[in-house]
């Protein structure tokens, strides 16, 4: 077994094993409930302004689980046996990412769909804005990753890793949401994708380059 | 002939005078540009003496861009040749940077209010401008969480590198999403649309800009190198 599918399973587990998924998706839910009780619950403004907020319910929940992301393997030693693997760092931080992904990104996309009908989005849109907020949480993910790492080493780095990635969600959102309120979709939709290509491409890099810093 | 001046004890010796200079050429552009700009440049045909704003707004603006972009150029040569000098350029010229662009937000909110008759509009360039002071402020917070310094020196400018690609974004917001802020008028094909009148008080400005920023930057500098020199230096004093 290569070591990317096997860090990968190992991620996949130790997610799934410690509530990984719960927590975001209640605090996704969570966040996405807020938006009625503060705007009232009258049905035509929450039909214009209410789906684009689940992106800043989405881009919230990823923030915040992302601390955890590279300290637990810091402090345990794993990232010096990643570091040494005869696999790429870059690789290792690419199977780290798939998996969050996995366990964090694709359910608070399926999670999106009744989220968006709550918040009085037209049913024919469903399918485009979960398919969206699945390639915006790689996006997410993908910076995410540098700023768990570049923070790692950090004791309570949470509200530091959100000010470091937060300009950077700001392109995801902006399209994001305009797929949400159904503006300019396909040409929204080919940009998030970009987003989430260029992140992916870049973020494992710069986040491996971090790693190796933090190890040292 | 960079690596001549990268030497701590060199830089030292040449800041400690051309600090001052540079300071002083800012103080002389600005007495100068200040009259120029506010008083003596003719007032705009259709927004009148709000026009002025231009002079701060504009040298601003750029330079806050262009001090990223060097603080990007310091990030690469610090992560590349582990140059100490160019990690304290780096941290030393990110607060200056990070207070021009809260300059030219805050003055283009001024500016945009009496003539766009808005504070604040969520156009591409604003939007991409309130991002690049963000980063700054991240990147800011970086260098002052991660304790060993030069670890922080080196996550901060990964950090710098990757978010060297908001400029271009910031660059051509303007002609991609056309909203309210206007298109280039300076560096633009075909020529500049700003009329010479007001090019003379525009560039003093963007000097007297670039001649603080340069001063302070070596000030900011020698006050880090001499933290540095004054904490080794009590290091050792502990362990003899």
Known sequence: ?216 | MLSYFANPARFMTLSAWASPIFLGIAFVLFAVGTPWALWLSPADYQQGETVRIMYIHVPAAWWSLGIYALMGAASLVSLVWRHALADVAARSAAPIGATFAAICLVTGSLWGAPTWGTWWEWDGRLTSMLVLFIIYLGYIALWNAVDDEDRAARLAAILCLVGLINLPIIKFSVDWWSTLHQPASILRMGGSAIDESMMGPLFTMAGAFFSLFAGLLMVNMRAAIHRRRVESSRIRQEQA
């Not at chain 1, 798939?98 to 918040?119: E, N, Q, T, Y």
């Not at chain 1, 390639?135 to 910076?143: D, K, L």
């Not at chain 1, 949400?180 to 989430?196: N, P, R």
């Open chain 1, 1 to 216: 077994m290569s070591a990317f599918a096997a860090l990968f399973r190992r991620e996949l587990s130790l997610m799934w094993a410690s509530g990984g998924l719960m927590t975001p998706l209640g605090y996704f839910v969570g966040a996405a409930t807020l938006t009625p009780l503060a705007m009232g619950p009258d049905r035509a403004l929450l039909a214009t302004a209410g789906p684009p907020l689940v992106w800043i319910a989405a881009a919230l929940a990823v923030m915040a689980t992302l601390e955890r992301l590279f300290q637990a393997d810091l402090e345990d030693g794993s990232l010096d046996q990643m570091m040494l693997s005869e696999a790429p760092l870059e690789a290792l931080v690419l199977a780290k990412g798939a998996a969050f992904w996995c366990v964090v990104g694709a359910p608070l996309a399926l999670a999106g769909a009744p989220v968006s009908i709550a918040l009085q989005a037209p049913i024919d849109r469903i399918p485009l804005i979960v398919a969206a907020l699945g390639v915006g949480a790689a996006a997410f993910i993908g910076v995410g990753l540098v700023g768990a790492a570049v923070t790692a080493g950090v004791r309570r780095g949470g509200v530091l890793i959100a000010l470091i990635v937060l300009p950077f969600f700001a392109p995801p959102v902006i399209f994001g949401a305009a797929i949400a309120s159904g503006e300019d979709v396909e040409a929204a939709f080919l940009i998030l994708l970009g987003c989430a290509l260029g992140a992916t491409a870049i973020g494992p890099f710069a986040a491996a380059a971090a790693l190796r810093l933090q190890a040292e």
